[in-house]
C-alpha cells in the first residue's frame, strides 16, 4: 500500500453499516491511473466492514464519538495528512483517471476540484437524465478555469440547487476551514459547505467531464431523507442563502418534484 510520505492525495472511504457496494468501491480507488492513500473510516464497526479492510490491506479508522453525517465527514476529512483529499462514499465507483485528472487541475489557490457524474442504477450508467442535465447547465459558468475563482460565478452556479456532487469533489485541504460540515442537516450537507466556499477566495475548479458513477437506491441517505420529508426544510433553508423569501420557496417547490428521480423506478 502507498507510503503517506511520498503521496499528495487520500481517498477516505465513508463505510457505513453492509453496503454490498463497498468492496467495488474500494477497488475503483485501487485501479486509478495515479496510486493514492486509501482510508477506510466508520461509526458503525463490525465484521462486514473490518473483512473488506483487511482484504484490501487498508488502514481502518473507527469513530467513536459519531454525532450524525456530517460529524462524520469532517471525522474522515482529519485522517487526511496529504495535500490534496476525496471523501469517497462507499455505494460510487470511480472511472480510473478520475484522481490523475483531478490532480492536474489543482492549484494553490484551488478550494476543490470535482467532476460530473454518471448516475448508476442497477449495472447501467447514464450522464443523460433531466437532473444531470440541468447541473451541467448551472456549472457552464465554471469550464472556463479563468473564471474558477469568481465569487459571483460560484454562487450562481449554487443558488438554483445543488449542482455539485459531493463524491466527485477534491478538497485542497490547506484551503479548507477546519469543521467545514455542518452538524444537523442530513440532505444538504455538502451543498452548504459548497455555500461556505463560494464566499471564500479561491476557485471551483470544474472538469466539465464524467470520472465518477454515484449509485442511487432504495438503502442510499438521499432516498431515506427524501422519504422521510426532511429534505425539503433544509431545501428551503439553503435557498435563502441566495434569495429573498418568496423566491426561496417557490424553489424548494420547484426542487422537490425532482426528487422523485432519485428511485430505482
Not at 453496503?19 to 485501479?31: F, G, K, M, W
Not at 482510508?39 to 458503525?44: D, E, F, G, L
Not at 460565478?153 to 455539485?164: D, E, M, T, V
Request: proline share 4%.
Amino acid at each position: 500500500m502507498m507510503d503517506p510520505r511520498n503521496a499528495n492525495h487520500t481517498f477516505v472511504v465513508c463505510a457505513y453499516k453492509e453496503s454490498p457496494y463497498l468492496r467495488e468501491c474500494i477497488q475503483s480507488l485501487l485501479n486509478q491511473t495515479v496510486p493514492s492513500v486509501i482510508r477506510i473510516t466508520t461509526s458503525t464497526p463490525g465484521e462486514y466492514i473490518q473483512k473488506a479492510a483487511e482484504e484490501f490491506g487498508l488502514e481502518l479508522i473507527v469513530n467513536t464519538e459519531s454525532r450524525g453525517i456530517a460529524a462524520d465527514w469532517n471525522f474522515a476529512m482529519e485522517q487526511c495528512d496529504t495535500p490534496y483529499c476525496t471523501l469517497a462514499h462507499q455505494d460510487d465507483v470511480y472511472d480510473p483517471a478520475y484522481t490523475e485528472t483531478i490532480l492536474q487541475r489543482m492549484t494553490d489557490d484551488t478550494l476543490i476540484a470535482f467532476s460530473e457524474y454518471y448516475e448508476l442504477r442497477g449495472e447501467e450508467r447514464t450522464a443523460a437524465t433531466i437532473n444531470l442535465k440541468i447541473k451541467r447547465i448551472l456549472l457552464k459558468g465554471l469550464k472556463n478555469s479563468k473564471h474558477a475563482g469568481s465569487r459571483s460565478r460560484k454562487r450562481r452556479a449554487l443558488s438554483l440547487g445543488n449542482a455539485i456532487c459531493c463524491p466527485a469533489v477534491t478538497y485542497n485541504m490547506k484551503n479548507i476551514p477546519h469543521g467545514l460540515f455542518q452538524e444537523g442537516m442530513r440532505s444538504n450537507i455538502d451543498w452548504q459547505a459548497w455555500e461556505v466556499l463560494s464566499r471564500m477566495e479561491g476557485k471551483f475548479q470544474y472538469v466539465a467531464s464524467p470520472l465518477m458513477a454515484h449509485r442511487i437506491h432504495e438503502g442510499s441517505e438521499t432516498t431515506q431523507t427524501i422519504k422521510a420529508r426532511q429534505r425539503t426544510g433544509e431545501d428551503f433553508e439553503m435557498f435563502r442563502k441566495f434569495w429573498p423569501e418568496p423566491a426561496a420557496r417557490l424553489l424548494t417547490c420547484v426542487y422537490a418534484s425532482s426528487e422523485k428521480t432519485n428511485s430505482e423506478t
